[in-house]
């Protein structure tokens, strides 16, 4: 390993991360690899880059963008499967509305919020009922409840 992946100071207690090391922290989280194993391909402990990144910001800014790297190919990728026609499309198309945009298929939502011009109004849903109970309701005038 050479000397500015892993730089120590003069006193050889306190380690830091020169510039090749920033770069390779943030190919080895591009990878998917995990802060231990990150720690030790550079010859420390784990506790000892959560110490570096304490003293730092630089290194857990490389790490992060190297995960954000990863999240984004992988992301691309399990799109690019829920285009397509299998099953794996399927579950692949459920589990990105799930972790994308809170989708949550086995919940019945119970209102809807909406922001406009900046007022908030709800509207309550009605529970599931067959349709001369529903009827009747809105004879009645009161289907839905709206707050806001």
Known sequence: MTADVVVRNEGGNNRRIGKKG???L???AAK???QTSMAKTLRMHRNTLTEIKKRQPEVEEAIERGYSQMEDVL????FATALGESRAAVTAAIFLLKTRRGYEGTKVPTHITI????????IALPSAQDMDTYMRRVSDGSP?????
């Not at 992301?75 to 399990?78: A, C, E, K, N, Y």
């Not at 922001?115 to 709800?122: A, G, I, K, L, V």
Request: glycine fraction near 8%; avoid cysteine; charge should be negative.
């Open 22 to 24: 920033l770069v390779l």
């Open 26 to 28: 943030e190919e080895m």
């Open 32 to 34: 998917g690899m995990s």
């Open 75 to 78: 992301v691309d990728r399990l």
């Open 115 to 122: 922001n406009q011009d900046n007022r908030s109004q709800t």
């Open 144 to 148: 839905l409840t709206v707050s806001g």
